[in-house]
């Protein structure tokens, strides 16, 4: 892991993903992964669903007759909390890549690297700078963390109700009964239309043979029914930005850029005959230049150019001292 003295523009970058707020005041992270596949159901969970679908089942009846079963095609997700970070994360210990800085940047030592210039009409004068180490106040970064998000799991109950069919059939007269036959007959018709509540439904009685048209069996229907959604939080871990991370000190030299060096108070008198005042020297520069000699006669020339493509520039607000 690496450390940079600037400060990136990532706000942009990262506004399309997922914001997530964690137990820091200031820290807010965006996770970059995409969000979380899930895992689920777990083994409990559908142990839980299992137990709805047989509650279902008893609603109508006990078994053997009515049964219920999950229906494992019929089980969604979607994700109805999270992702949420579990606990705090730091550079140091969770960071990927380099840290940037932020905030406020305080130098530690000031060097000038040239001498004061003018700038427009102004009777003040500057001078460039770097920050020989420095602090910043906060950061940005890349991390690796543990983010919970829970899943709500809709499942389907099937439920089948077990009807028994009992036998169908009809009557005949025995071919050995020697009576008279129509009436035999009608006996046996009288018999038939008693159907299957007649306690001797199926068996042969009195002059009659029972014969079997279709045998007994039994038949299922099968309904569906909604089981009630059960949620079920999982662990994951993913990459996320965070933009307003821990303050971080610095050792390497940086540039700070145009720093006010010298001022002149004018009061009105000085200012209506046209010459600056008592010069002042700020944010500890030590030259000789603060003079009306310089600002008069050298002050334009040697500006150096702050426009030199390097990174290691200070592009946060500066605490001068």
Known sequence: MKTRAILASTAMIFASFVP??????????????????????????????????????????ALPDW????????????????????????????????????????PAHIEFTGDPYRNGGSVNMWANADSVGGHYSASTYDFEGEFETTFRYSFDCTITETVHVPVDGHYIIEPEDQGNEEQGQQSCDAFTALGPTWEHWGTDHAQCDFVVDEAAHDDEVVTTEAG???????????????????????????????????ISPTTSAQLKKGAPGTWVAMHGYSGEKCTTLWYNTGATAGVSNLNTGSNNVVTVPIDLP
């Open 20 to 61: 997530v707020l964690n137990g820091s005041a200031l820290a807010a992270a965006t996770i970059l992964d995409p969000l979380p596949d899930p895992q689920g159901p777990s083994a409990a969970t559908e142990a839980a669903m299992e137990a709805q679908c047989d509650a279902l089942a008893l609603n109508h009846g």
């Open 228 to 262: 009630d959604p059960i949620d079920e939080t999982q662990t994951d871990t993913l990459l996320a930005h965070e933009d307003a991370g821990e303050g971080f000190d610095i050792t390497e030299t940086v540039s700070i850029g145009k720093v006010l060096v010298c």
């Open 67 to 106: 049964e219920g079963e999950l229906d494992q095609g019929s089980i969604t997700s979607e994700i109805v909390a999270g992702p949420t970070e579990v606990g705090t994360h730091t550079f140091a210990s969770d960071g990927v890549g380099e840290q940037h800085g932020a905030g406020i940047f305080t």
